[in-house]
């Protein structure tokens, strides 16, 4: 046998940046399930339909600049979009909605730019924010919880599911079957007391949202898993969440539906911790040092509770993440960490 | 005990040691033929001192020391030198250099030996010299000339002396299986050491997957009475750590023991601290007690490619083939095959290379051990890399940088303190070959200031020849002032005398005058003249100035063809000026030339003579036709 002649190093460990991809899929679960038996079949539909579109347009891409197209796809980070954006649309969401704001993840924010590791932004998020500004209607409609409906509306099975999404069948009732969600009631009562819409809107839970509270307890789930597993570090995550906290806390005033909700309200409502875990973590958009990423997570966590309170929309995960994204680059240059044999002590 | 501080970053690769700790150290047989390249160490290649032909005995030096960076070369048996010429050595690139080749006779016969019976007795430069002529360098890896590490300025006081038997490597055992054996060497190689530098503090430094070793070494170091060697309070301390890799590096295993990072481009002893290998040790204990040169080695077989690994007390020089071949080598399993560790050594060109001074280990893997790196995928920023960097850089960026050849961004982040452990390649998920990317790219940095210094350097030899070329220039302009000053002076001394000179001088002053009267002008060549005048001196082309000049001086002779006369009469004076200068300085200075300047002068006032007679000519054909 030829003896091969490469540089060192010659170990390697055996994770690949696949491994990664599937591990963070592997991680959505708990949340997906939670969506699932709160909101229906809605959120897996529009998994199902985002992938499909996500690789193939992947797919399309990769073809049309000249890269082996198998070796790219089991990469794993076009499913892991299409999952991300799946997630973030509301259950039910037309084809058309999920192959735009695929169209606009993968071939605009990801291929358009070079591809995986050359994005500047979250793919997922831009794709999410265009259809935000370009579908208000359709984007800001969620599904009511299931424990919410009236006995009058009967819940979509999978397959009645699939055919709303493919635009073959009408909802059952568009308004018993859609519900504002509680951070939309907050913003559009501004004069009452907190615990007065909880007894007005049966959508409001014990802490955060009906249903809201288990989706984000089965997201944390899976973001203490990966970090456990570390696919990340806790410094971009943990740092959101404790910037959103503090901003709410220092905001609250007791009760009025005008300060915003607690700090386990905002944790627990709308994408905070799905967010936290799942977005806010992507690596190649965010800053890359430790220090940096502290900062990172917590001017998205501060812009996401000044959007919520003082915004138009009443979620800000995606335009807080994108707005870092800008910032991520000018983060770095100023947090590069400090090399061996450089600090002040040794420099003496 | 000492405290223990931890250093960012690391790795736990699969440390594989146990295969080849089995066995306790084989001393391998005499090969037949030993190559020896003259460089096994940083620094000026050793120079041959035997010729071919020659018969040797082992310790016999073959070669001497060139400079102050370098090391001699010894026989490691007896035998005949058959060869001074290149051959492969262990190199990443399976470079050519010089080796001597000797045929072993099989004797194995020593030349006479002188050991030291009290090493106690003597100074610290006796010991280095010993050190030096046995030609010991780091047995570590870096094979870094050892006496030269010793010998520290002694304007810095070195407080610490490291004994590093981290071997931190996988598959690496020799130090391991030294410590096993030769305890009471590397105490007296300690002893030694703590006699040249005289520390306050001697720590030996273990990680903690080598504990069976502990006992052993303490007591050895036991033995020694240190506080008595350096006149100071030393104390010997075993000191053990978490196995983690890179821990063994030099900068790594000071930050683990004290807490202390080396200054970037800076020396350990700039902290006080002076890190040798247990090996190094070893060899310095035997050059001094039983004046045995460094001709030997301890080498680790290992991977699944041999089917006895162990650790071989082998002769430098022995072919690694001859090597693999104690260990049941099954060529056509071995994928590759690396000197030194998995980690950090390179891959061989063939089998035929010498085991060198450096050689810790070679490692025979098969594909399923370390298989072919899969093509690299896209780099995803994850920082997995940035976690294991013991330099604590940013793996990632520094790659952004290297692929996209920005040197200035490399060096601000700090690319030259990347030591190459290879953590950050290990831990990649996208399987990128990040330290070629580094290694590749401190060559351009490198490269590109020998470049800079390169035009510095003829922008200095411009600089010079423009201000030479000046000076002369200047000079030239000096002497001819001074030459005419002179010229002047010897024609007013000699005055007057040409009486016929003062008539046509006379001459010219009255057609002078008669042409300022305005006399004999036509109008149609006033008024060019005027023009080509106005051109000549207001217009900003140099060109068009001497065209006009010309233009105007041609239409004045037209109005008045005595003026070229003059014109001719005033250029032959000159000449002649000139010439009598010469002549007057030719015979100050006894120029042989003289004749030929007389010759000259005679010929310019002729000239002139009949310059003038043509003027008188003139004149009176234009006042006969009056």
Wanted: net charge neutral; glycine share 6%; proline share 6%.
């Amino acid at each position: 046998m030829a003896l091969m002649r490469i540089t060192s190093p010659h170990a390697h460990n055996k994770q690949s940046t696949s491994d990664v991809m599937k591990l963070v899929l592997l991680a959505t679960l708990p949340g997906v399930l939670a969506l699932t038996v709160a909101f229906g079949w809605g959120t897996l539909i529009n998994i199902l339909l985002a992938s499909i579109f996500g690789l193939a347009l992947e797919a399309l891409a990769l073809a049309a600049r000249k890269r082996p197209i198998a070796f790219y796809l089991k990469d794993y980070s076009a499913l892991v979009t299409a999952v991300l954006l799946g997630i973030a649309l509301p259950p039910y969401s037309a084809w058309w909605i999920l192959l735009t704001g695929m169209f606009f993840s993968i071939i605009v924010a990801k291929q358009l730019y070079g591809g995986l590791g050359y994005n500047p932004f979250n793919p997922a998020m831009v794709g999410y924010v265009v259809l935000l500004i370009s579908f208000p209607i359709q984007m800001t409609v969620w599904a009511a919880p299931i424990e919410l409906l009236p006995a009058s509306v009967s819940v979509p099975n999978l397959w009645d599911s699939l055919l709303i999404a493919l635009g073959f069948m009408q909802f059952p009732s568009v308004d018993g079957f859609t519900m504002a969600t509680p951070l939309d009631l907050l913003r559009q009562n501004n004069a009452l007391m907190i615990d007065d819409l909880k007894q007005q809107y049966s959508q409001f839970g014990q802490w955060g949202g009906t249903g809201w509270e288990w989706v984000s307890l089965g997201f944390l789930v899976g973001g203490l898993y990966l970090l456990y597993r570390k696919i990340f570090t806790w410094h971009a995550p943990i740092s959101m969440l404790l910037a959103l906290a503090l901003m709410s806390a220092l905001f609250y005033d007791g009760g009025s539906s005008a300060s915003s909700g607690s700090p386990p309200f905002q944790l627990l409502t709308g994408a905070a911790i799905f967010g936290a875990f799942f977005i806010v973590t992507d690596p190649v958009s965010s800053a890359v040092s430790n220090k940096g990423r502290i900062i990172y997570g917590a001017g998205i966590g501060i812009l996401i509770f000044l959007i919520r309170k003082w915004g138009n929309y009443p979620d800000a995960v995606a335009f807080a993440v994108l707005l870092m994204n800008f910032a991520a680059p000018l983060i770095d240059h100023y947090t590069q960490p400090t090399t061996y044999g450089h600090s002040k002590k040794s420099k003496s | 005990m000492n405290k223990i501080w931890d250093f960012h970053g690391g790795i736990h690769p699969l440390e594989n040691k146990t295969q080849s700790l089995t066995k306790a150290i084989v001393t391998a047989p005499i090969a037949p033929q030993l190559t020896l390249p003259l460089s096994q160490h940083i620094g000026a290649p050793a120079k041959p001192i035997v010729q071919v032909g020659d018969q040797v005995l082992k310790g016999q030096c073959i070669a001497e020391a060139v400079g102050p960076v370098s090391v001699p070369l010894h026989a490691p048996t007896s035998g005949t030198v058959i060869a001074i010429e290149q051959r492969t050595i262990p190199h990443a690139s399976g470079l050519e250099d010089n080796c001597i080749v000797i045929e072993a006779n099989g004797n194995d016969e020593w030349r006479t030996r002188n050991p030291i019976t009290d090493y106690t007795q003597l100074d610290k430069n006796t010991l280095i010299k010993i050190i030096s002529h046995a030609g010991i360098s780091g047995m570590g890896g870096a094979g870094f000339p050892t006496s030269i590490k010793l010998n520290t300025r002694d304007d810095i006081a070195i407080d610490t002396l490291i004994l590093n038997a981290t071997e931190c490597e996988p598959y690496i055992t020799s130090d391991h299986s030294l410590m096993r054996e030769y305890a009471d060497e590397i105490a007296n190689g300690v002893a030694i050491l703590a006699k040249i530098i005289k520390p306050t503090k001697i720590l030996f430094g273990i990680e903690d997957n080598k504990l069976d070793v502990v006992d052993g070494i303490s007591a050895a170091l036991a033995q020694h009475d240190f506080a008595a060697l350096t006149g100071l309070a030393t104390e010997a301390e075993v000191i053990t750590f978490p196995t983690k890799y890179p821990s063994g590096g030099e900068k790594q295993l000071i930050q683990i023991l004290t807490g202390k990072e080396v200054p970037s481009g800076g020396l350990p002893a700039q902290l006080g601290i002076v890190c040798q290998n247990i090996g190094t040790a070893v060899a310095i204990h035997n050059a001094v007690c039983l004046d045995e040169p460094l001709i030997s080695r301890i080498t680790t077989v290992t991977g699944d490619a041999v089917n006895q690994p162990c650790n071989y007390h082998v002769l430098l020089g022995t072919p690694v083939e001859f090597l693999l071949a104690q260990s049941d080598y099954q060529k056509n399993q071995s994928a590759r095959l690396i000197m030194g560790g998995p980690m950090m050594g390179f891959a061989l060109a063939n089998t035929a290379v010498p085991i060198v001074k450096t050689t810790n280990c070679i490692l025979a893997p098969t594909e399923e051990e370390l298989p072919t790196p899969p093509p690299a995928q896209a780099c995803i920023r994850c920082g997995m890399c940035a976690e294991a960097c013991p330099a604590s850089l940013l793996p990632q960026q520094l790659y952004w940088f290297a692929q996209g050849k920005e040197l200035d961004k490399l060096e601000e982040h700090n690319i030259a303190d990347c030591i190459e452990c290879g953590a950050c390649s290990y831990v990649c998920p996208s399987n990128i070959p990040l330290v070629q990317y580094y290694r590749a790219s401190k060559v351009d940095i490198r490269q590109r200031k020998v470049d800079h210094q390169n035009a510095e350097l003829a922008k200095e030899r411009f600089d010079a020849r423009q201000e030479r070329l000046q000076r002369l220039e200047d000079e030239k302009i000096a002497a001819r002032k001074a030459r005419q000053a002179a010229a002047k002076l010897a024609a007013e001394q000699r005055g007057k005398e040409d009486v016929k000179n003062a008539a046509v001088e006379a001459a010219v002053e009255r057609v002078k005058a008669k042409k300022a009267k305005g006399v004999q002008e036509s109008p149609a060549a006033k008024e060019s003249e005027n023009q080509a005048n106005i051109i000549a001196t207001e217009s900003d082309d140099p060109i068009a100035r001497a065209v006009a000049k010309r233009a105007a001086q041609l239409a004045e002779d037209a109005a008045n063809p005595e003026n070229k006369l003059i014109r001719a009469i005033d250029s032959a004076k000159q000449r002649v000026s000139k010439s009598q200068t010469r002549v007057v300085d030719a015979e100050a200075n006894n120029d042989e030339n003289l004749a030929i300047f007389k010759q000259a002068a005679e010929k310019a006032e002729a000239k002139l003579a009949s310059a003038q007679q043509a003027l008188i000519d003139f004149r009176a054909q234009s006042s006969a036709q009056e």
